[in-house]
């Protein structure tokens, strides 16, 4: 008995009848089918043809982060005045006996003036 003769015999609820229907459609579908291996004739594609480039492309790569130094120093004027100057900015590479801030000499000239004053006087 084959698939089609099993499909027809069971009858009687209607589903059968839908699986027969379903049945022929897709052997006529597989006999009316074109082969895959025969194409539609047409004009054949221009295809643009070049020589491939040889170039260095910078690699970039993204991350979140935190620097932190590996050293840090903690600065202390020994004297206190006016800044007149700042030296730096933040995040500058530094050197030991660089210097970094300069402060008002005004009141410290004074004091030396008044110094050498009294003991010439």
Do not use: C
Request: charge should be neutral; glycine fraction near 10%; avoid cysteine.
């Amino acid at each position: 008995m084959t698939l089609l003769a099993f499909v027809t015999a069971r009858g009687g609820d209607g589903h059968g009848r839908v699986v027969h229907i379903l049945l022929k459609t897709f052997v006529a579908l597989l006999i009316f089918a074109q082969p895959s291996g025969a194409r539609a004739e047409g004009p054949t594609p221009e295809v643009v043809v070049s020589h491939p480039l040889a170039k260095t492309i910078p690699h970039w790569e993204e991350y979140t982060g935190r620097f932190e130094a590996l050293k840090q120093v903690e600065v202390r004027a020994r004297v206190s005045g006016a800044l007149e100057k700042i030296n730096f900015t933040d995040g500058q590479f530094v050197k030991a006996d660089d210097v970094l801030f300069v402060i008002d000499q005004r009141p410290y000239q004074i004091a030396v003036d008044s110094a050498r004053g009294t003991r010439q006087g």
